[in-house]
């Protein structure tokens, strides 16, 4: 099938629109002074890239992709279930419970922080990874719960039921059929979720008190130094990870992601 010329003009578009205000955050990474009127930085400096290579730098990194992951490998775990029965069944208080589900994305989340705090504390979950983890799902959650009952609404139970009738038991079913059958909402739910703990910032400081710290936590902190280098390195190295697991994820699962739009080379 012939590809249409506006595709690859679209592509590019968006490309050009995506890359061009990192330019500015490029060059601040690398220079040293960079005063108006200049158009380009007079001299170029490594101290943000020995930045980068400091041990707190790459601790926190460390910490991020530890909360990240977890909480996204937990948002999927938890949504999985709820987001069968809200998909596949209905039931009295069905509504309600899809409210309930959505009340901490709907409600600020520094309102539902402020009322955890007191239960992280009095349990001494604060100022620890895992209070952060377990905090970072209440944000996650109703995303992963929302896109897998989509999902399940969609998924056909024939499949499931053919499993079992030919002698395939409950995790056998599970294994071999629903979730390969899931894998594009899975994988579509596990992205989000990793991006919206990967730059949460508020949940993690109240919870965290400053102990646990994140990129999100360091960079914030260098635009409020004004280190313009700094916080430019710093910018570059948040959102990297992210952009090479989407490409990543985009790369392995190909058509199967189908919310990216993008097939296999």
Do not use: N
Request: glycine share 8%.
């Amino acid at each position: 099938m012939k590809r249409s010329p506006w595709r690859g003009a679209a592509v590019a578009v968006v490309a050009v629109v995506t890359v061009l205000p990192m330019v500015p955050v490029v060059l601040w990474a690398v220079a040293g002074a960079w005063r108006y009127p200049a158009l380009l930085p007079p001299e170029l400096s490594a101290r943000g890239l020995r930045l980068l290579l400091g041990d707190g730098v790459l601790a926190a990194l460390g910490t991020s992709v530890l909360v990240s992951t977890s909480v996204a490998l937990l948002a999927c775990l938890v949504g999985l279930p709820a987001g069968r029965a809200l998909g596949l069944h209905r039931f009295r208080g069905r509504r309600l419970v899809q409210f309930l589900l959505l009340a901490p994305i709907i409600v600020p989340p520094l309102a539902v922080t402020l009322g955890l705090q007191v239960f992280f504390i009095r349990y001494g979950l604060a100022d620890t990874v895992a209070g952060v983890v377990l905090v970072q799902l209440v944000p996650t959650v109703p995303y992963a719960a929302s896109l897998l009952a989509a999902a399940h609404a969609d998924l056909d139970t024939d499949h499931e039921q053919a499993a079992r009738v030919l002698g395939a038991g409950p995790v056998a079913t599970l294994r071999h059929v629903s979730l390969p059958l899931l894998r594009p909402a899975l994988v579509t739910a596990f992205l989000l979720t990793f991006l919206i703990s990967w730059s949460e910032y508020v949940l993690t400081l109240l919870v965290g008190g400053g102990r646990v710290t994140t990129l999100p936590l360091l960079l914030f902190s260098a635009i409020e130094s004004s280190d313009r280098t700094a916080a430019a390195a710093l910018g570059l190295l948040v959102v990297a990870p992210p952009v090479l697991l989407v490409l990543a994820v985009t790369r392995v699962a190909g058509r199967d992601v189908a919310w990216m739009g993008v097939s296999r080379a």
